[in-house]
């Protein structure tokens, strides 16, 4: 049997609500062009009910047995993210010291560009001609000038996935990243095509602080493979009555 590669567990979660999600949702309720946000969106903190959220992320891998817990904690580098990973750590009473937990600037939101803090109408008001582009090119290839497309980011996971099976083989990994970040991982890990994951896309947002997980199974494929176990998975918020909440980051271009 050949070296095992893979990790031998996988999480991937999408941050706790940040206050960007708020703001987004205020600003499309008032139908304003802009979302009133002072930050950079790299620092954009959690709201309290995000860090709510963390917790009871935590607890739920807290419950775990010390051998299933998280050994490897990857982040990306927006402060939403990192303290989504260190409040779950830390109500999970997993101490950093014990683990391999490293901030990766690859796990970062897509990058908008231009039409950063711009709502679906305030892109459609300021840049039409972009907006026509975008629907006619669709999500995944599309560019906003200093932005990313879908495969600007998958591009970077690739990458990713390369350092993840060369540093972290056969250990249990926790990815905290974006909504984004999450899906371009299902793309990739389940080798889905640019329809399966734009359909998966359109049918719902991801749910802040749900965890997709993959388990590695040595009799799938010719050397093993990651199987998946869970897909936006909310329970641990439900069971310790902590809001589900789902909104996409800001900006959100619509769904298509």
């Not at 708020?22 to 954009?44: F, K, Q, S, Y």
């Not at 409040?87 to 908008?112: G, H, M, Y």
Request: with cysteine.
């Amino acid at each position: 049997m050949p070296e095992q590669k893979w990790p031998q567990t996988l999480w991937i979660v999408r941050h706790g609500q940040s206050a960007g999600n708020v703001a987004r949702d205020a600003a499309e309720a008032a139908g304003l062009p802009l979302i009133d946000i002072a930050t950079r969106d790299i620092d954009t903190p959690l709201s309290e009910l995000g860090e709510q959220q963390a917790r009871a992320l935590g607890h739920w891998f807290g419950a775990m047995p010390c051998d299933q817990q998280p050994k490897v904690v990857l982040c990306s580098s927006y402060v939403r993210a990192r303290r989504t990973a260190e409040i779950a750590l830390e109500a999970a009473r997993i101490r950093k010291n014990d683990i391999s937990f490293v901030v990766d600037e690859r796990l970062r939101e897509k990058e908008f560009g231009i039409l950063d803090r711009l709502t679906k109408l305030g892109i459609i008001d300021k840049y039409p001609e972009l907006h026509e582009q975008r629907t006619h090119v669709g999500k995944f290839y599309f560019r906003p000038p200093g932005g990313e497309s879908w495969c600007d980011v998958i591009l970077r996971l690739r990458s990713v996935i390369d350092t993840i099976c060369r540093e972290y083989r056969e250990e249990r990994v926790l990815i905290v990243g974006h909504q984004v970040i999450v899906n371009c991982f299902r793309y990739l890990l389940e080798r889905l095509d640019e329809q399966q994951i734009l359909d998966i896309d359109r049918a719902a947002d991801v749910p802040n602080c749900s965890v997709t997980s993959y388990e590695f199974d040595p009799t799938r494929g010719r050397h093993g493979k990651l199987v998946p176990q869970l897909v936006n998975f909310v329970a641990p918020l439900r069971e310790e009555g902590a809001p589900v909440t789902a909104e996409p980051d800001a900006p959100a271009a619509p769904k298509s």
